[in-house]
Every structure is written in structure tokens, then in C-alpha cells.
């Protein structure tokens, strides 16, 4: 079994990226592509029907971006400073903590926006409480696979530990 700290190099960084990575795609993907819904669209004060209110709405997707990307370059540097050494960890760390990241960004955004401050909902609809609860579920699912992944991770080039009858890994590269 693999010491819990052996995933500790990645763990914060690719955490990291996913949180600015699944902010990103929500940004792209529900503000922009679809146009369900914009930053501030539930809160009566910027309806997303008038000039003025989608200037607000374009102006708060616009920081939303920012800080997204601030993960991702968060993230990014994270990881690139922690490469300078071999890291024991292959892609299920990466792509798996990635996963929690977004994961926590759709249930904190999911909670924090769309529930408790009511600024927006994922589809501006009659009734968009099973579009508010399908987000939680998705994040929640991100969470608990990329959990899964990330912990069935086993390739620690621990000479103390190795095993002839474990298959090769191919740790991440600098």
C-alpha cells in the first residue's frame, strides 16, 4: 500500500488546476456557449435581457475568468517547481487530483452561487433546482473518481518497497 505521503509532490497542484481548469469550462461551456446562465443573472439587479445588465454580467464572467486562470497558473507553477525533483507519481495522480479540483469547484460554486447567495443558477429556468442539483451530483462524482484514481496510484520507485511482481511505471517527467 502506497504512504499517503508519496502523493503529497501533486497532490495541491493538479488540485489546483482542476479547480481553475473546471471553473474554465463552466465559464466557456454554461456562460458562454449554451448562455444558460451569466455571474450575476439571478440576482434581479443585472438581468441578462438588458444592455446595462449584461455589461455587469460580462464584466463579473470576465473576473470569473481571471480567477480561474489564477488556479490554472497557480497550479501550473506548482507543479513545474515540484518537477525539479523525480516525482514517483504517474498520470492517475495527475489527472485523478485534477478530477478532485473540479470536482471542489463545482460543489463549492454549485453551493456557494447557486444556493446560499442565489447569484445565478445553471439554466434560468421555471424550476432550476434539478439543473442546481445535477451540478452537485456531477461534482461530486468528479470527487470521489478522481479520488479513486488518484489513490489507486501505487507507483513509488521506493527501493525499500519494490516488488518483482509489480508491473513497471513510468514516473512524470520534468
Do not use: C
Not at 22 to 43: C, K, P, R
Not at 47 to 52: E, R, S
Not at 111 to 124: F, G, K, M, S, T
Not at 129 to 150: C, S
Amino acid at each position: 500500500m502506497a504512504d499517503v505521503n508519496e502523493h503529497r509532490p501533486i497532490r495541491l497542484p493538479a488540485t489546483l488546476l482542476g479547480i481553475g481548469l473546471g471553473g474554465a469550462v463552466d465559464g466557456i461551456v454554461l456562460h458562454q456557449l449554451l448562455q444558460w446562465h451569466h455571474l450575476l443573472t439571478s440576482t434581479g439587479r443585472h438581468p441578462a435581457t438588458t444592455v446595462a445588465g449584461l455589461e455587469a454580467n460580462t464584466l463579473a464572467d470576465g473576473l470569473f475568468h481571471v480567477v480561474a486562470y489564477a488556479f490554472v497558473i497557480a497550479g501550473v507553477a506548482m507543479l513545474w517547481s515540484r518537477t525539479r525533483r523525480p516525482i514517483a507519481q504517474t498520470w492517475r495522480s495527475l489527472v485523478g487530483y485534477g478530477a478532485v479540483g473540479w470536482g471542489l469547484f463545482n460543489l463549492v460554486e454549485g453551493v456557494v452561487d447557486h444556493h446560499l447567495l442565489e447569484l445565478h443558477h445553471v439554466r434560468e429556468v421555471a424550476d432550476p433546482l434539478p439543473y442546481d442539483l445535477a451540478f452537485l451530483a456531477v461534482g461530486a462524482t468528479l470527487l470521489l473518481a478522481g479520488w479513486m484514481v488518484a489513490r489507486s496510484d501505487r507507483s513509488t520507485p521506493s527501493r525499500a518497497r519494490s516488488s518483482s511482481t509489480d508491473p513497471p511505471r513510468r514516473p512524470l517527467k520534468r
